[in-house]
């Protein structure tokens, strides 16, 4: 019994420190070190993913803390030593029904929010803003089309950060974005397939070339987040961040006339078409 009571408070201790880490590590935007949990949400499709999650951790919790006592409860029950004589009894109609009636029920708890999730996730609502993003070895482009200019986004070099700048996440030209409007994200791959993610806004679609996919988010909060190519992609597939920076109304109008005339797209020029000879 003494080390029942051990491996009982021991589960304990551990679920406790596993919900109480989580909550400490969520911090929004990008990973923190020790990092257990998902990232604070910063979009309202992230926090659904977030309550869906914790609502599946405490199910599955609940399930594996019964499974684990009905068999500590057999071990020391019904071992030779404390139950010489076994019962023989092979049928019981209440615990059938149960064992078949009891999942059921579980599957449909997680049944109804998770089709309400995926209908919120794919059902796209009106744009406010639009921007394409085009992946390649091993960068994004970023194309804004009601405004006609694109650029290229890369990591930025170690040597090269500035303090407070996180390593393998920072990037040169960031997406920027502005709060509380409905953005639409197109992806597509220029080489090999690519995977657009950005933890915080619960957002992850795959960027394949000759096919455009499309997810959307809103972001509720001012800041910089983070994300990743999450496609194996090549070499420097750990190499292809993602930067969003969020801005008010207008800041985003400020950065939009910049980028107009830093990144403008020059559509008067003819496009260069190669013969079959390889000729212009």
């Not at 990008?30 to 405490?58: C, N, R, Y």
């Not at 029904?97 to 059921?104: E, F, G, I, K, R």
Request: hydrophobic share 50%; glycine share 4%.
């Amino acid at each position: 019994m003494l080390v029942l009571k051990r491996l009982v408070a021991f589960i304990i201790i551990g679920v406790t420190a596993l919900w109480a880490g989580a909550a400490l590590a969520a911090t929004a935007g990008q990973p923190e070190p020790w990092q257990l949990g998902m990232q604070k949400g910063a979009t309202p499709v992230m926090d659904d993913i977030i309550w869906f999650h914790d609502l599946l951790l405490s199910l599955i919790t609940a399930i594996a803390l019964f499974v684990l006592a009905l068999l500590v409860i057999v071990v020391v029950k019904f071992n030779a030593r404390t139950n010489p004589t076994p019962s023989r009894t092979t049928h019981n109609t209440a615990i059938e029904v149960l064992w078949t009636v009891v999942p059921v029920l579980i599957l449909v708890t997680i049944a109804i929010p998770s089709f309400r999730l995926l209908f919120f996730q794919l059902n796209m609502p009106k744009a406010d803003v639009t921007v394409k993003a085009t992946g390649k070895q091993w960068f994004w482009t970023y194309s804004y089309p009601d405004n006609k200019f694109e650029f290229d986004s890369l990591m930025v070099q170690d040597k090269d950060l500035k303090p407070g700048q996180p390593r393998l996440l920072t990037v040169d030209n960031e997406m920027v974005v502005p709060v509380n409007k409905v953005v639409h994200v197109l992806t597509i791959g220029a080489d090999v397939i690519h995977s657009f993610a950005v933890p915080s806004f619960g957002i992850k679609i795959d960027a394949i070339p000759g096919r455009i996919n499309e997810t959307w988010f809103k972001a509720e909060r001012e800041g910089i987040y983070y994300g990743q190519c999450s496609e194996l992609c090549g070499k420097d597939h750990a190499f292809m961040p993602i930067t969003v920076r969020v801005v008010n109304d207008k800041d985003y109008t400020a950065w939009v006339e910049q980028a107009k005339k830093k990144y403008a797209t020059d559509s008067s020029r003819p496009t260069a078409v190669a013969a079959a000879d390889g000729t212009k």
